[in-house]
């Protein structure tokens, strides 16, 4: 006779379960997705470049005063872009004077850290997908678009105050001027090929407004105290660009950004930079 005990039982109808069955009760797909994630996070070229030469190497246009720009006096650079990329050299190495720069241009900043010429750029650039198909961004570093400038004490503080026969100059490649063209076809615009050449209209009078990319205006209102900078009636963030695929660092630079504007230190450096040409208007 043959004693079938409990145990016997449970192991024999074990072995009719197939093992896909039987896995699919222990083995998550987004959990296992969430391991990798996790062991992956562990490893990055690029930090682990920058703690072995102590030096994080950020490349820039270093072309726009108020953003990033090198004092030809103290060999410093000077601007909100430059002290961004110091907090994060202090962030990372413990130290602000930890940073290295890059000159970049339009043709070699993607290349540049597509290449690890560059650890990251931090510039007045954005996301967009034909920049994706080289390199990654983090979240927003600086709220940029088109904005309007105006001497103070002008009645216009919107795109709402530009009426019939007010006089909008804009520089020919800024595309954003149509918003305001759909809004107010009837207000007098007048072109001009760059922003040195428009603003120098605005200032002889030739204009009551004068609208282009708030970088360019803060530019502006920073060569003259008696103009301001007043509305930003489009958004285009700008944001630090990383070597593609690398998940670690992305992750690293937006729990950094989140930090620094948790701190108030965002705060701090925006209102240093932008505060006294009208940056609260625009933020």
Same mark, same amino acid.
């Given at each position: ?16 379960? #197939? ?5 699919? %009760? ?13 062991? &992956? ?15 994080? @190497? ?13 004092? #030809? ?14 907090? @994060? ?14 000159? /970049? ?38 709220? &940029?678009?088109?904005?309007?400038? /105006? ?19 804009? /520089?020919?490649?800024?595309?954003? /001027? ?6 107010? #076809? ?15 209209? *605005? ?8 609208? %282009?990319?708030?970088?360019? *205006? ?6 003259? #105290? ?15 660009? =990383? ?5 670690? @660092?992305?992750?690293? =630079? ?30």
């Amino acid at each position: 006779m043959i004693r079938v005990t409990l145990s016997h039982l449970v192991l024999a109808l074990l072995t009719l379960i #197939p093992v896909s069955s039987a896995m699919s %009760q222990t083995d998550n797909p987004v959990g296992a997705a969430a391991v990798t994630s996790a062991d &992956s996070s562990h490893r990055s070229e690029t930090m682990g470049n920058i703690k072995k030469r102590g030096k994080v @190497l950020v490349g820039s246009e270093q072309k726009f005063p108020i953003m990033n720009i090198k004092n #030809p006096a103290t060999g410093r650079n000077e601007g909100f872009m430059a002290d961004l990329a110091r907090a @994060l050299a202090k962030n990372m190495l413990g130290d602000e004077n930890k940073v290295e720069w890059t000159v /970049v241009d339009d043709d070699t900043r993607l290349s540049s850290v597509a290449e690890g010429k560059v650890d990251v750029v931090i510039d007045t650039t954005g996301a967009s997908a034909e920049k994706a198909k080289l390199v990654d961004f983090s979240d927003e570093t600086f709220r &940029s678009g088109s904005g309007l400038l /105006v001497k103070k004490g002008s009645p216009i503080k919107s795109i709402d105050d530009i009426h019939k026969g007010t006089r909008v100059i804009y /520089v020919k490649a800024n595309p954003d /001027v149509k918003d305001i063209k759909a809004k107010v #076809p009837d207000a007098t615009y007048i072109e001009f090929e760059n922003s040195k050449d428009a603003f120098a209209a *605005l200032k002889a009078g030739q204009g009551d407004v004068f609208t %282009q990319v708030v970088t360019h *205006l803060f530019r502006a209102a920073s060569q003259d #105290p008696d103009y301001v900078v007043v509305n930003r009636f489009t958004n285009k963030p700008y944001c630090i660009l =990383l070597k593609k695929g690398d998940l670690v @660092l992305e992750s690293y =630079l937006n729990d950094f950004l989140r930090g620094l504007r948790a701190s108030g230190e965002y705060d701090r450096l925006y209102n240093k930079w932008f505060g006294a040409y009208g940056g609260n208007a625009v933020k």
